[in-house]
């Protein structure tokens, strides 16, 4: 591998699932529970592929950039339109979760990005 290649890999080792949430939305408690069961069965399963990252709507703006910097392509963006907004990054690219809120929509999103089956 070249050293850019390496480096890029070390940057972008892992699958992160993210959600931006707020603890005045109802919508946000409602997916709590499932948000829970999903992320401690994908940490207990597979603790080296997956990082779970979340950030309140009053750090929103600092997450995206923290996530931005610490992950993302430098072209790719990423918006959080409402809440919760759920998503994941792997290989420097976003993509927004848009199923039901349920732990096996969750995980199977987790899933397939992992796998690389993701659109």
Known sequence: KTHKAILEHVKKPKVI?????AEWCPHCHDVR??????????L???PDEF???EYEDTH??????ELKN??????EEMYVKGYPTIGGIKNGKYYEFNLQRT???LKDFAYKLKSGFYP
């Open 70 to 75: 610490k992950y993302l392509d430098k072209q």
């Open 51 to 53: 990082e779970i990252e």
């Open 103 to 105: 732990k096996e929509n």
């Open 17 to 21: 699932i993210v959600m931006f949430f």
């Open 44 to 46: 207990l399963e597979y």
């Open 33 to 42: 529970p499932h948000w829970n069961e999903m992320k401690e069965e994908l």
């Open 60 to 65: 929103k703006t600092m997450g995206i950039e």
